[in-house]
């Protein structure tokens, strides 16, 4: 087989098994990332480099490779603003933590997220307590999202804070 499609067709496999096995093992599995998780990442990274370019260690090897990825992903993007059951599959729906000032424990537990995180979340947002918030959700990145509303003008407010260490969640 030609060398370069050679790389072309490793690097395509490699792109798709990653994107199956993060969409197995935990669809925001990259979204936050512990000492445990850069270790994986490295290890991966390492483990499917020659898996991509094969004898191929070449500059032009590398480029083509690193090519193929930017390309797949494009694609894929692209795939999933055109089908709405692509980007389903992809991406999972916002779960619904606490509505109206109770905790849905239910949720919680789904999503790994302790009583005690939730309250760290709610916080960084400003907002004193879970039984202050009117509505919070667990956005499909991995971020929490907090809408409360002050006692003294019934204004409702929104704040969505980007965490340096997002939520994970199967």
Known sequence: ????????????????FMVIAIRLFGKNQLSQLNAGDVVLLLLISNAVQNAMVGPDTSLQGGLIAALV??????????????????????????????????????????????TGELEEAIREHGVEGIDHVKLSVLEVDGNISVISEDERS?????????????????
């Open 69 to 114: 990825l930017f390309t797949a992903n494009f694609i894929m993007k692209k795939f999933m603003f055109s089908s709405q059951k692509f980007e389903r599959f992809m991406e999972d729906d916002p779960v619904i933590l606490i509505r109206d000032g109770v905790a849905d424990q239910t949720a919680l537990r789904r999503v790994k997220i302790s």
């Open 154 to 170: 019934r204004q409702t407010h929104y704040s969505r804070i980007k965490r340096k260490n997002k939520r994970k969640y199967h």
């Open 1 to 16: 087989m030609n060398p370069i499609l050679d790389v072309v067709v490793r690097s395509l496999c490699v792109y798709f």
